[in-house]
């Protein structure tokens, strides 16, 4: 597959960049239009704590069937316009694919159900759980955990998903320690080198097979990389300004998969969709204060101010005062979703997006790179050049110029003890050679070579 190329961005004014709308819009087979003008809520569940075994299988299948009921019945209850659900296998439903998609089939079939007895139109989001890393070394082009992977892909497309998505883990085997160890250059490699190439390999397999069976070919999700290093900023472990910088440059690995077919609504837990549509237009979905039952972050409202798709990230199938934790996400999600479809119908869209940016940017370097403005300044570096590697030195090196600005200007506030890392970041982007093969040899002899196979990547 010839990847396509994407040279300028997808906006002339910062005014069309809102939530909502998109460029390129994504049709569904049943008629809702993701990026079209409505906002719509999308749900996520797992189970409670509980085993999945052949024991306790038909235990789970009912768990599930009582989750998408539950979480349809509040919908409808709430005049929801139309929801997306997320089914994110667990390992176990990947690694036996029969029993991920028993559960696709049950949720599938309760959500057509609703459309043809209530009229409430609802596309899944299939999401199998990238397995691959459970070999260590991961082994990431072949075998049992890759073709099961596949097998759930390609079985869910063939009886009714809608949107194939994936939170890939290429490179993750080495950005782990990078992320301890606050190592830019380190996660640039994972990035820029080694999840390219895993990004380029794996989206043609599930555009492929989106293509083959005529569904939607979705997007990807750094939850592994930038998520994993927001979660332990937050925890204090490293710098807050290490996570933001990474929150940017984790997008040249993410757009291989636009590249490589993907057309969106990309992953709710890919905070760098928003520099996605800057680039390509695709619709986008994002989590934010609605998802705190997952995770708490510093960028409640901002990640709200140009998505498609609001998410809760996902909930387990708990019991609460009001009702189930399912329940209680999607009654959230409808309610912010109803209020942000009322400002746009008002012609308010781009001051409520204001009011969303606002609120979080000045107050955390994680909230501050994701303003509308921002994202242009940091998706029109990423087109200036075709190639991962360099767009990951450059998104992180321009990250950095920006979060380094808003300190001096005194729009950003930063702990004294975190400023330092500013100057520590660019001192390890400024080594890294501008040859992409001089960089590679180089890393070969840093990086452990025990937790990777340079051949799974290409190399």
């Not at 919908?75 to 036996?96: C, I, K």
């Not at 640039?188 to 390219?196: D, P, Y």
């Not at 005529?214 to 927001?230: E, L, R, Y």
Request: some cysteine; glycine content about 6%.
């Amino acid at each position: 597959m010839k990847p396509r190329q994407f040279t300028s961005l997808a906006y002339n004014s910062l005014d069309e960049f809102i939530y909502g709308k998109s460029p390129n819009p994504v049709t569904c087979k049943n008629g809702m239009v993701i990026g079209g003008g409505t906002l719509y809520p999308e749900i996520n569940f797992t189970l409670p704590n509980m085993q999945v075994t052949n024991e306790t299988l038909m235990e789970v299948l009912d768990t599930y069937h009582d989750i998408i009921t539950g979480v349809l019945t509040k919908a409808h209850e709430l005049h929801a316009p139309g929801v997306v659900v997320e089914y994110e296998t667990l390992p176990e439903f990947t690694y036996n694919p029969a029993w991920g998609i028993q559960v696709h089939r049950i949720l599938r079939d309760t959500m057509r159900e609703f459309e043809v007895k209530h009229g409430l139109k609802s596309v899944i989001r299939m999401t199998p759980n990238d397995v691959r890393e459970f070999n260590r070394p991961p082994i990431m082009r072949s075998g049992r955990y890759f073709n099961n992977m596949l097998d759930v892909f390609d079985t869910t497309a063939k009886e009714g998903a809608d949107i194939l998505s994936i939170e890939s883990t290429g490179g993750k085997e080495i950005n782990d320690e990078a992320i301890i160890n606050v190592d830019l250059k380190t996660s640039i490699f994972a990035l820029g080198v080694l999840g390219a190439r895993d990004m380029a390999f794996l989206w043609q397999h599930i555009s492929n097979i989106a293509r083959a069976n005529g569904v939607i070919s979705g997007g990807d999700s750094a939850c592994g990389f930038a998520n994993t290093a927001m979660v332990l900023a937050e925890r204090k472990y490293i710098p807050k300004v290490f996570a933001a910088v990474l929150r940017a440059t984790v997008t040249p690995r993410a757009l291989v998969a636009l590249e490589y077919g993907a057309v969106g609504p990309s992953k709710d837990c890919a905070y760098e969709n928003l520099y996605l549509k800057a680039i390509t237009g695709t619709p986008i979905s994002m989590e934010g204060k609605s998802a705190a039952c997952a995770h708490f972050s510093p960028i409640g409202n901002i990640a709200a101010a140009c998505t498609d798709l609001w998410s809760n990230e996902s909930v387990q199938q708990i019991k609460l005062l009001s009702g189930f934790a399912p329940e209680v996400s999607m009654e959230q999600l409808v309610y912010d979703c109803r209020l942000m479809n009322k400002a746009a119908e008002k012609g308010q869209a781009v001051f409520m997006r204001d009011l969303l940016t606002e609120s979080d940017c000045y107050l955390d370097p994680q909230a501050y790179i994701l303003r509308p403005d921002v994202a242009f300044r940091i998706a029109e570096e990423i087109v200036k050049t075709q190639d991962a590697f360099s767009r990951t030195v450059n998104t992180a090196r321009l990250s950095l110029d920006i979060l380094s600005d808003a300190v001096k200007n005194k729009e950003l506030v930063i702990d004294d003890r975190e400023l330092k890392y500013i100057d520590i970041l660019r001192e390890q982007v400024d080594e890294i050679p501008e040859d992409e093969e001089e960089f590679i040899a180089e890393m070969l002899k840093e990086v452990d070579a025990d937790k990777f196979i340079p051949e799974e990547y290409g190399l």
